[in-house]
């Protein structure tokens, strides 16, 4: 008899172990995770664009030019403005001046001024007036356009969006492939900020002399997610 209850004893015990076994072998299932990143683009068209605009003036003082110069960059300031532009979106980038020596290098024989004005958040359907009053006016160089979109945080939101569907869907490729359900997420982690890309397709703003080319921008977002496996 004490054989007999020896062995009842083993045989609990084996059958608690082998449960245990068993629950630990699912705990362990439960907590595998398939991790995949997944990629959001989203196109729009830019609406907004920005130009640099230089006067330049020589003359034979320092002081000369930077006068002259001044007068010249108020104009082209008054011009923009006038074409619709808010004092508020002109800013001065950059105010230069610069000696000319002589053909041998022995004399200064004059003087060069520059002003640098950005005008920013123009409308791209006007942008090319704008260009052409600032030239109207006396800007002797233009640089640009920096095209932007207004509504980019906008759409970075639905590039995430399609971001993290994306990658549920490869998820659940992986999981099935591996015999294995779809559960929750177990961390999600975003890649870097919004990356407008420019591309040079799509139409013209109109403009009275100078076209200005919107294209496209791809607004694009990237997500790295882990889910658990059932």
Same mark, same amino acid.
């Given at each position: 008899?004490?054989?007999?209850? #020896?062995?009842? #004893?083993?045989?609990?015990?084996?059958?608690?172990?082998? %449960?245990?076994?068993?629950?630990?072998?699912?705990?362990?299932?439960?907590?595998?995770?398939?991790? !995949?990143?997944?990629?959001?683009?989203?196109?729009?068209?830019?609406? *907004?664009?920005?130009?640099?605009?230089?006067?330049?003036?020589?003359?034979?003082?320092?002081?000369?030019? @930077?006068?002259?110069?001044?007068? /010249?960059?108020?104009?082209?300031? &008054?011009?923009?403005?006038?074409?619709?532009?808010?004092?508020?979106?002109?800013?001065?980038?950059?105010?230069?001046?610069? +000696?000319?020596? =002589?053909?041998?290098?022995? =004399? #200064?024989? /004059? $003087?060069?001024? =520059?002003?640098?004005?950005?005008?920013?958040?123009?409308?791209? /359907?006007?942008?090319?007036?704008?260009?052409?009053?600032?030239?109207?006016?006396?800007?002797?160089?233009?640089?640009? +356009?920096?095209?932007?979109?207004?509504?980019?945080?906008? @759409? $970075?939101?639905?590039?995430?969006?399609?971001?993290?569907?994306?990658?549920?869907?490869? &998820?659940?490729?992986? /999981?099935?492939?591996?015999?294995? =359900?779809?559960?929750? !997420? !177990?961390?999600?982690?975003?890649?870097?900020?919004?990356? +407008?890309?420019?591309?040079?397709?799509?139409?013209?703003?109109?403009? +009275?002399?100078?076209? #200005? *080319?919107?294209?496209?921008?791809?607004?694009?977002?990237?997500?790295?997610?882990? $889910?658990?496996? %059932?």
């Amino acid at each position: 008899m004490p054989g007999m209850k #020896i062995f009842a #004893i083993l045989a609990v015990a084996v059958a608690l172990l082998a %449960g245990g076994a068993d629950a630990a072998t699912r705990s362990t299932s439960s907590s595998d995770t398939v991790t !995949v990143q997944g990629t959001g683009t989203v196109t729009a068209v830019p609406d *907004e664009a920005s130009f640099s605009f230089t006067v330049q003036t020589k003359a034979t003082t320092a002081a000369a030019a @930077l006068a002259r110069n001044g007068t /010249a960059t108020k104009a082209v300031i &008054a011009a923009v403005e006038s074409a619709g532009v808010p004092e508020a979106d002109i800013q001065t980038a950059q105010v230069s001046l610069d +000696p000319v020596e =002589s053909s041998d290098g022995t =004399s #200064i024989v /004059a $003087y060069t001024a =520059s002003d640098t004005i950005t005008v920013t958040k123009l409308a791209v /359907a006007k942008a090319g007036a704008i260009v052409d009053a600032a030239v109207g006016a006396g800007a002797t160089d233009v640089s640009g +356009p920096s095209l932007d979109l207004s509504d980019q945080d906008a @759409l $970075y939101a639905q590039a995430l969006k399609a971001a993290v569907a994306q990658a549920k869907t490869k &998820a659940q490729v992986l /999981a099935a492939a591996a015999g294995r =359900s779809l559960g929750n !997420v !177990v961390s999600i982690v975003e890649g870097s900020g919004p990356t +407008p890309v420019p591309f040079a397709v799509g139409g013209a703003a109109s403009a +009275p002399n100078t076209p #200005i *080319e919107a294209g496209t921008q791809e607004v694009q977002a990237t997500v790295t997610i882990a $889910y658990a496996l %059932g």
